[in-house]
């Protein structure tokens, strides 16, 4: 079957740092796969490649067979790809229900006919649990309801894919589990998930699969429970705990 997004040999390089390096990766339709990795291994550079946010310097993304690299992160977001931001990027001076408003308007492939935005938009309130302020400007929103709102935008453009940049890091323990059943619900309504993600609770919980990158190369690929042995995966993890510490 043809995954639903891959890359082939994709690099990007800021000056003379690596940050991705021959990466090549599959994601099946349908999965949760996550992306990990030490601090400054490229994971949220690749969902940038990905995004459209930033363009590769050699390689190629696909969504199904179409090479989307080189596309403006809006005509990727409209082709069904919705991401959300490590350092969450509401429109602050916007309320709760227009920064999903204006996802729902531009980032959608096809427009909702306008009598049916209203309700779209409360649905997508309700399943972020953001329903009791929509007045509330995004500024005024605790660091956990603007990763409910980044979760909301990204739903209201009607995504197929979803990449989650570090979307449970942070968050209480009771939070944590939270959002990972918001993203299991997410999963189970047909969206197929791409997470960057520390939290390796969450990680091994929810992937089917697991990509594993250090220093922008992948050092490995596989089952959770074959990750979480792996000997170059734990001496990246120690490694560079000990370069630290
Ligand atoms: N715009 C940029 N200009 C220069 N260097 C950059 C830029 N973006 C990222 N880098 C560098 O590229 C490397 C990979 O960064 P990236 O943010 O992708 O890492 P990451 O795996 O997401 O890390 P973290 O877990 O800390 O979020 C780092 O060394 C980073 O400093
Ligand atoms: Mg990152």
Same mark, same amino acid.
């Given at each position: 079957m043809v995954p639903i997004l891959s890359a082939q040999n994709v690099s990007k390089h800021f000056r003379g740092l690596e940050a991705l390096s021959g990466v090549d990766f599959q994601v099946a339709e349908g999965s949760i796969t996550s992306v990990i990795g030490p601090n400054g291994a490229g994971k949220t550079t690749l969902f940038n490649v990905i995004a459209g946010n930033q363009a590769p310097n050699g390689g190629q993304i696909r969504f199904r067979e179409r090479v989307i690299s080189g596309l403006a992160p809006n005509s990727i977001c409209r082709l069904g790809i919705a991401r959300t931001y490590q350092n969450v990027r509401p429109? $602050?001076? $916007? !309320?709760v229900w227009n920064n999903v408003k204006v996802a729902l308007l531009f980032g959608r492939r096809e427009p909702l006919p306008s009598a049916r935005e209203d309700a779209e938009i409360e649905s997508v309130l309700e399943f972020a649990q953001l %329903?009791?302020?929509? =007045?509330?400007? =995004?500024? %005024? $929103? %605790?660091p956990l309801e603007r990763k409910r709102l980044e979760i909301a935008r990204a739903l209201a453009t009607d995504p197929e894919v979803m990449l989650l940049d570090e979307?449970? =890091?942070?968050? !209480?323990p009771a939070e944590a589990l939270q959002m990972m059943e918001t993203i299991r619900v997410l999963n189970g309504r047909g969206i197929t998930i791409l997470l960057i993600e520390h939290v390796m609770k969450a990680v091994m919980g929810l992937s089917s699969h697991i990509i594993v990158l250090h220093h922008g190369v992948k050092i490995a690929e596989g089952a959770p429970k074959d990750i979480a042995r792996d000997q170059e995966v734990i001496r990246a993890y120690l490694g560079d705990a000990g370069e630290e510490g």
């Open positions: 429109f $602050l001076g $916007l !309320s %329903t009791a302020h929509p =007045a509330r400007k =995004a500024e %005024t $929103l %605790t979307i449970v =890091a942070g968050l !209480s």
